[in-house]
């Protein structure tokens, strides 16, 4: 398949589709969707094109994106491990599929969502370790 621009619902839809493909067969992270949430794929699919959409083409999304995965979270921790593992099958699938700036924009959106998420569930499951880094989406002309 030729990759192409991410221009409307169904590239978004096929993004989507083809991510969770992926996450669904993984070894690190499929088990979180498939044993410990038992993700609805009926109903979970259409909140992600959703989502994705909001994101990166001006559609709407109502909804909690974070309260989830604190319900899941309570089931199993969920490390830095199983954010990084669900960015690379992300990153993957939009280089398989797409290219050009929506793209580019979807890759840095799942990185400051996965960044979110990972120093969230971090700092409950390890609160005795030095969680002051907080990360910035967009850090402008901070010097480190």
Do not use: C
Request: aromatic share 10%; glycine share 4%.
């Amino acid at each position: 398949m030729e990759r192409r621009e991410i221009k409307m619902r169904e590239d978004i839809e096929l993004l989507v589709n083809s991510f969770y493909d992926k996450v669904q067969k993984d070894e690190v992270i499929g088990f979180i969707f498939n044993d410990i949430a038992k993700v609805k794929w009926s109903v979970h699919l259409p909140k992600m094109y959703n989502f994705w959409e909001s994101l990166l083409l001006n559609g709407s999304y109502s909804g909690n994106a974070m309260e989830p995965h604190f319900r899941i979270n309570k089931l199993i921790p969920l490390e830095p491990a199983h954010f990084q593992r669900w960015l690379q099958l992300f990153e993957a699938t939009v280089h398989e599929l797409f290219t050009g700036e929506v793209s580019d924009l979807a890759i840095t959106r799942a990185k400051s969502i996965a960044e979110i998420l990972k120093f969230k569930m971090n700092s409950i499951n390890h609160p005795d370790q030095n969680n002051k880094n907080i990360p910035l989406v967009n850090p402008g002309n901070q010097k480190g």
